[in-house]
Every structure is written in structure tokens, then in C-alpha cells.
């Protein structure tokens, strides 16, 4: 397939990222009470890495050498991307909404950027650091449900805290990914992350099995494991990793975004979660703020 193709694929797949990951939301918040954090987060990458390593398993194997000399970049990739923004989402969806998880994750391209900046010593442009202070105020919004005024009153949920938690560690996975190139195909740098995070979810995972009142796994958590692995797991993952390679990291963190519109429609239409005014204003400081990053952002990579 001619390169020009393939970039023409990448255009129009990057959209279907952020509808992948609001499945993540749902899973997310129908999870507490039928799975745990851990347990689910390891059946999501146990299945995805396991589907991974058998679609590029010839790959694997002629590059386990450069994959064991390095192992330590997958092990932190995999903490960084399936473990803060596997497990710690899910343990935050058990007291915070699917809008706020969304929200607050569309803030991640800007990060990725103020990273770029200290990191890949890229310049920040007055636009980019006014989106910047848009969007970390937008976030700050939703946490304080736009109680201002009443900032010493509001009623923190321990629940955004693991969600900001998963918001740095995405932007830490998407700037390692750049600063350590690999000589892995899309399919087989995902396999190896998910094995780096095996340990670390197993571990979890064996907690969690030893507590009382951890829930049997029924059909009803495997069929969330599943959902989880497919979409936001395997098609999402994918997605993003190659279009990256494609398109380069800013282009495709400017498709996030859309995370906030497609978890509220989901959350909406599928959990019956009711949305604020203070989500709205949010969406209106977070969304530009993003824009504003993420076109500058754009522009100075295609000059």
C-alpha cells in the first residue's frame, strides 16, 4: 500500500480513537460491584496482548534481542498506559461520572505539549500556553463542580483523583513512545507494553482475589473484560500507535477532543447520567483550550 494511502487511512481512523475509548467509560462505570479494578484491567490486557502477540508473533521473534535489551521501556510504558489508565480509571469510576472521566482526559494533549516543550525542548507559542491555562482551568472546573466561590465547601470525590492520576500518566505514555523509537511495528510494541504490565496487574489482581468481598467472575465481568480488550484495548491502542507513526503525536492528540462529546452521548444515552452546566462550561474552556495546543502545535510540525 502506497505511503500516501496509508497516511489517507490514518486521517480517518484517528477519529474513531476517542469513540473507542468512551466504551472504556461505560465499562468503566458498569465495572464496581460485578468486577474489580485490577482483575478487569488484567483481563483486558491479558486478552488484547495475548490477541497482539499472535497476530505479530514472527516479529516478536525476530526481534526478542532488541525487545529484552530494552525491557525496561516496555515495563514503563506498560505501567504508564495499562496500569494508571487501565486500572486507576476504573478504581475512579467507582465515585465519579463518565462526563467527568471524559473531560478531564480530553486535557491530556495538553500535557503531551507543556511535556514537548520541557522534554523534546519544543517552543511554546502564546497561543498554546493561552489553551493551556484554558484547559487546566476547565479541568479544575469539573473537579470543583463550578463551586468557585464555595472552593473551601466543595465536596471532593476521591474518584477524579485517580482520573487526573491517569490524565499525566497518558500524557507520559504518549511522549515516551516518541523519546524511545522502537524498531516494532504497531501490533508488536503493543504486545510487548502489555507484557510490561502483566506484573504489575497480576499482582493487583492476586490483592484483590484475596479480599472477602471481591465479586466471583461471572459472564457478566468477562463480558466486560472482553469489551474492554477489543475496543478500547486492542482498536483503540492500535489505532493510536500507528497513526502516530503516521501522522506524528500532536495531529493525532488533536482527534482527543472529541472524548468529552462522545462520553456525555454515551453516558447520557446509555448510563442515564445527567449532565450539569458546569460540564458545558467545562467543555467550553477544555475544548479550545485543546484546540489552541494542538493547532499550534500542527502548524509548527508541518512548516
Not at 467509560?25 to 474489580?36: H, N
Not at 493561552?130 to 476521591?158: C, D, M, N, P, Y
Request: charged fraction near 10%; glycine fraction near 10%.
Amino acid at each position: 500500500m502506497r505511503p500516501e494511502t496509508q497516511n489517507r487511512m490514518a486521517q480517518y481512523a484517528i477519529w474513531l480513537i476517542p469513540l473507542l475509548w468512551a466504551v472504556n467509560y461505560f465499562v468503566a462505570r458498569r465495572a464496581p460491584g460485578v468486577v474489580e479494578p485490577y482483575t478487569l484491567a488484567c483481563m483486558r490486557w491479558g486478552i488484547a496482548g495475548l490477541l497482539l502477540s499472535v497476530h505479530a508473533r514472527s516479529e516478536l521473534r525476530r526481534e526478542w534481542r532488541s525487545i529484552a535489551s530494552v525491557w525496561y521501556q516496555y515495563v514503563a510504558l506498560g505501567f504508564c498506559g495499562m496500569v494508571v489508565c487501565g486500572a486507576w480509571v476504573y478504581l475512579g469510576a467507582k465515585s465519579t461520572g463518565a462526563v467527568n472521566i471524559s473531560l478531564i482526559y480530553s486535557a491530556s494533549p495538553v500535557l503531551i505539549a507543556v511535556g514537548s516543550v520541557i522534554w523534546l525542548h519544543e517552543r511554546m507559542r502564546w497561543s498554546q500556553l493561552l489553551g493551556v491555562l484554558l484547559a487546566l482551568a476547565g479541568v479544575v472546573h469539573v473537579i470543583v463542580k463550578g463551586e468557585w466561590s464555595a472552593l473551601g465547601q466543595v465536596r471532593f470525590v476521591v474518584g477524579d483523583a485517580w482520573i487526573l492520576a491517569a490524565m499525566v500518566a497518558w500524557a507520559l505514555y504518549a511522549l515516551l513512545q516518541k523519546l524511545w523509537p522502537s524498531p516494532l511495528g504497531s501490533s508488536a510494541r503493543l504486545a510487548a507494553t502489555s507484557w510490561g504490565a502483566m506484573p504489575f496487574l497480576l499482582a493487583g489482581t492476586a490483592w484483590e482475589m484475596a479480599q472477602p468481598t471481591t465479586p466471583a467472575l461471572t459472564l457478566h465481568a468477562w463480558e466486560l473484560g472482553v469489551s474492554a480488550a477489543l475496543l478500547p484495548g486492542v482498536g483503540a491502542y492500535w489505532i493510536y500507535g500507528w497513526a502516530q507513526q503516521r501522522l506524528g503525536v500532536s495531529k493525532v492528540a488533536v482527534t482527543l477532543y472529541l472524548g468529552p462529546l462522545y462520553g456525555a452521548l454515551l453516558a447520557w444515552l446509555v448510563l442515564g447520567e445527567r449532565l450539569g452546566w458546569h460540564h458545558a462550561l467545562a467543555a467550553a474552556m477544555i475544548l479550545p483550550g485543546v484546540f489552541l495546543v494542538s493547532r499550534s502545535a500542527s502548524a509548527k510540525g508541518a512548516s
